[in-house]
Nanobody, 121 residues
């Protein structure tokens, strides 16, 4: 069984920065695309950023120029660097990864447990 373990959330003032991390709990064979989502109270979960296995990235318009997604394939870890944070960035942030656990297996999506990010003065 694979779990994605998130860390790095917390309370930050507007204009501040946070770095989220999401790591697989055990060794795995292959990880395809990795993503960060967020869900604010009363809102639907939205896609924030995606990074492909080769490193190509995509961002929601609301975070372009402020957030940076990156990955360390050797560590099976994805990061989200969040700068110039705004109160509207307040949400629970979830990582998602498409993983093949064993060679010859099939890819499946796995989710982190979520980490709270609160932007407030």
């Amino acid at each position: 069984q694979v779990q994605l373990v998130e860390s790095g959330g917390g309370l930050v003032q507007p204009g501040g920065s946070l770095r989220l991390s999401c790591a697989a709990s055990r060794s795995i064979f292959s990880t395809d695309a990795m993503r960060w989502y967020r869900q604010a109270p009363g809102e639907e979960r939205e896609l924030v950023a995606t990074i492909a296995e080769g490193g190509i990235t995509n961002y929601a318009d609301s975070v372009k120029g402020r957030f940076t997604i990156s990955r360390d394939n050797a560590k099976n870890t994805v990061y989200l660097q969040m700068n110039s944070l705004k109160p509207e960035d307040t949400a629970i942030y979830y990582c998602n990864a498409r993983i093949m656990v064993y060679f010859g297996g099939s890819y499946a999506h796995y989710w982190g447990q979520g980490t709270q990010v609160t932007v407030s003065s």
